[in-house]
């Protein structure tokens, strides 16, 4: 029913950039918060960036604060995750998810366990 999709990942210089995109579909996009989270071989899953329903409130980790941007288009019912100025440790796989309840409009944005849909991954390789 619900699918989340994500696309954009590759391989990417230090420093440079690139932009996540995930495409929702099966539920009313609008009514959801949206996080980003991310897996590197050997280690947890972390949070990486939240967004509440409306977009109207951001959240994001301590390591990537200042360099990522999250984003939503409720028209296109996609949620985007901008990495700039990128460095070896962003890499891993990219998950995006969507939090029905607490909507990414407090603190439980955080924590993965809150939301209720996931994403399949998209890899991000961060080489010279």
């Known amino acids: 029913q619900v699918h989340l999709v994500e696309s954009g990942g590759g391989l990417v210089q230090p420093g440079g950039s690139l932009r996540l995109s995930c495409l929702v579909s099966?539920?009313?996009?609008?009514?959801?918060?949206m996080g980003w989270f991310r897996q590197a071989p050997g280690k947890e899953r972390e949070f990486v960036a939240g967004?509440?329903?409306?977009?109207?409130?951001?959240w994001y980790a301590s390591s990537v604060k200042g360099r990522f941007t999250i984003s939503r288009d409720n028209t296109a019912n996609t949620v985007h995750l901008r990495l700039s100025r990128v460095k070896p440790e962003d890499t891993a796989v990219y998950y995006c998810?969507?939090?029905?309840?607490?909507?990414?409009?407090?603190?439980?944005?955080?924590?993965?366990?809150?939301?209720?849909?996931w994403g399949q991954g998209t890899q991000v390789t961060v080489s010279a």
């Open positions: 099966g539920r009313t996009f609008s009514n959801d918060g």
């Open positions: 967004i509440s329903a409306s977009g109207s409130t951001t």
């Open positions: 998810a969507a939090d029905y309840s607490e909507r990414c409009s407090g603190l439980g944005c955080y924590i993965a366990d809150e939301y209720e849909a």
